[in-house]
């Protein structure tokens, strides 16, 4: 990805990974076309590159396929991350990860085979995962059977690029990620704390009963392990977790979130459960073995990421 | 099962497993409700249940959402059937198995759900392993990186139930089937070859080089391995492989049928390449460790299987 030719096609450009990711291709030279449709984006994030030479944006939603083949003619690679990533919002209504997530991919390598784009990356989660047995989990982990219509929709969406990948000659890089964390962040536990706090800086409740624990990813390296697998991991289909070391229980976040605002006497209370909303998982912990074979590993532990991420969004909201 | 009381419900009940299961169904005392939209299904099948006090019969298509839950309101256990098994098929319109795949299948979970329905019985296949490097496979091999998109849907499916069953408390028996074989059988390499030779008893081209290699499940098996689990698998969500012992190559395969056919001087040749078709999976050998601790083994070894089957066949076709 290092040389000024590589042309990028990047969906969910105004999302929260998204808009990251487009700054840090354009910052390594790269011609970048970003697609949204401000589903869960937001136009703001676009901001920093609106009038940069390299830059190309189409405001479109993924499940009207016309016009997309056309769209993504000479890429050299997209990066397709675009997703309802709010995983309440798929279980409230059932029918939202299948078309946001599974039917919108489905086009996109549909049109990636008219239009003859040799290369995708996919975004997916441990949430393919599901609740498993074996911890820290990797990639070969199986039966994968996920909690969430969220999860069922990103394991669809997998088997699609393999399946598109081998009959159709796409190779494909899948990375299966942790929380990922920071500037831009839209929704989950970080953001969620903030705003609340921010209306009422005298209490906070936070969903589940604090125990839920997982692995946070700086977005800054969320990104930098994409690029370095996509440069380095040269089979047809690349399985990945990337993930950050360590794992933070909500309840740490609770507290270091009222740390960095200032706050005292924060009223902290539980709505109690081992789950946040219905197809929350309660633990996961990845296996970055297969990653740091390759050569990466994160820097930032995951209380790390946390912390960088709350005050660049404390920035923010 | 083996209750008078229980209320089955079948999705392609005209198809070749479903037609057989609904005749097992009754035959144990089940009342029974079969829907099929006879893409690949044949009102042929359905001939020896019209009359049958236990049958009744909805001639619709699944991606048809509207009436779908109220015709299921009541029953005890859904055993979803209904797919385009064709692999060659997906390939060539690429939205075949999407459609009458996953969104029918997300249909199917969404109409339980809304009906209250608490069993789903899921025909998957082994085509969901994609080209795995053990042998024999178990159900707990991963990552899962289908070759065809028919794969990839019944993945995709796999989600689904899961997901459903988690969220929405249905449980579920997932069942990857190896070649299922037998009567009503509407193409794979015994009914084409059947075909072939009764139009032109001089000679039989075969898809590939001949050594593509799978276990054989001859249908009743298959219907008995899956109502043995059904009764003996515990879990929210059942996971399982269905295969005979042993492997057929497809050679094997067609000098069977000649030999059954009594045809003499057959010119037999091959197209060559390791696959019968884009999509094709050359090799596939299904380990059947976790049906025999519940405590069921197929009697009939592939060979043996692929031979019955062609009796049968040859009086149909």
Same mark, same amino acid.
């Given at each position: 990805m290092g040389s000024s030719t590589v042309k990028a096609f990047v969906t969910g450009a105004a999302g929260f990974i998204g808009s990251n990711l487009v700054a840090e291709l354009l910052a390594r030279g790269c011609e970048v076309a970003g697609l949204d449709n401000f589903h869960l984006g937001s136009k703001r994030f676009l901001e920093p590159f609106v009038g940069h030479p390299g830059f190309t944006f189409y405001e479109k939603d993924l499940l009207e396929f016309d016009g997309l083949p056309a769209s993504l003619a000479g890429s050299d690679v997209v990066f397709h991350l675009a997703a309802n990533s709010d995983i309440s919002q798929g279980t409230a209504r059932t029918d939202t990860d299948l078309k946001l997530g599974t039917i919108a991919t489905y086009n996109v390598l549909e049109a990636m085979r008219i239009a003859g784009v040799p290369r995708i990356v996919f975004a997916s989660t441990s949430a393919v995962y599901g609740e498993p047995r074996r911890f820290p989990t990797p990639e070969d982990y199986g039966p994968l059977l996920p909690v969430s219509l969220y999860g069922a929709s990103k394991l669809a969406c997998e088997g699609l690029v393999a399946a598109f990948s081998n009959t159709f000659s796409i190779q494909a890089w899948i990375f299966r990620f942790a929380n990922?964390?920071?500037?831009?962040?839209?929704?989950?536990? $970080?953001?969620?704390?903030?705003? *609340?706090?921010?209306?009422? /800086? !005298?209490?906070?409740?936070?969903?589940?009963?604090?125990?839920?624990?997982?692995?946070?990813?700086?977005?800054?390296?969320?990104?930098?392990?994409?690029?370095?697998?996509?440069?380095?991991?040269?089979?047809?289909?690349?399985?990945?977790?990337?993930?950050?070391?360590?794992?933070?229980?909500?309840?740490?976040?609770?507290?270091?979130?009222?740390?960095?605002?200032? $706050?005292?006497?924060?009223?902290? *209370?539980?709505?109690?459960? /081992? !789950?946040?909303?219905?197809?929350?998982?309660?633990?996961?912990?990845?296996?970055?073995t297969r990653m740091k074979s390759l050569g990466w590993t994160a820097r930032y532990r995951s209380d790390d990421a946390v912390r960088a991420a709350l005050r660049e969004l404390l920035q923010q909201y």
């Open positions: 990922v964390v920071g500037k831009n962040g839209t929704h989950g536990a $970080l953001v969620d704390f903030i705003r *609340s706090l921010r209306n009422d /800086p !005298r209490r906070l409740t936070v969903r589940g009963d604090g125990t839920q624990t997982k692995p946070y990813l700086h977005v800054s390296e969320c990104i930098e392990g994409m690029l370095f697998a996509l440069e380095h991991a040269p089979e047809r289909i690349n399985v990945y977790n990337l993930t950050s070391e360590g794992t933070t229980s909500v309840a740490s976040i609770a507290r270091m979130v009222i740390e960095e605002m200032g $706050l005292q006497g924060v009223d902290l *209370s539980y709505t109690g459960g /081992p !789950r946040g909303w219905p197809g929350d998982v309660p633990f996961v912990d990845l296996d970055s």
